[in-house]
């Protein structure tokens, strides 16, 4: 069975230490929003009490996690991922079900 969505190591840590200077905040919350060149990108948030109503929370992670409802079905088996990279850092999505991107990396494409 696919895993709905994984964090690496790499990416837990980093959103730990994003986490412990939000203390009013309940996690991070994943959604796509619907733009550029391709259609989607992924969005991600600090989780509120005001914005998790529409959410899937995700158990047995090592930070809470909630994932929009109306991008389960585009993000299942995505790997979310933390990279370092000569000009910066950025948090990187390994998406399975991506058919194609715009050439600049920044929306993708699902078939439906």
């Given amino acids: 069975m696919t895993q709905l969505f994984s964090l690496t190591d790499t990416a837990v840590l980093k959103i730990k ?3 412990a200077d939000q203390k009013d905040k309940m996690g991070l ?4 929003n619907t733009r550029g ?3 989607l990108s992924y969005t991600m ?9 529409e959410c899937e929370k995700l158990e047995n992670y090592e930070v ?4 929009d409802n109306k991008a ?3 993000i299942i088996g995505t790997q979310m991922d933390f990279v370092k990279e ?3 850092e950025r948090f990187v999505f390994n998406n399975p ?3 194609s991107e715009c050439g600049c990396g920044e929306s993708f494409h699902v078939e439906s």
Avoid: H, K, W
């Fill in 17 to 19: 230490n994003m986490l």
């Fill in 29 to 32: 919350r994943i959604g796509l």
């Fill in 37 to 39: 060149c391709a259609g």
């Fill in 45 to 53: 948030d600090y989780a509120t009490s005001d914005n998790i109503n």
């Fill in 64 to 67: 809470p996690l909630f994932i």
């Fill in 72 to 74: 389960v079905m585009y």
């Fill in 86 to 88: 000569e000009f910066g």
């Fill in 97 to 99: 079900n991506q058919t």
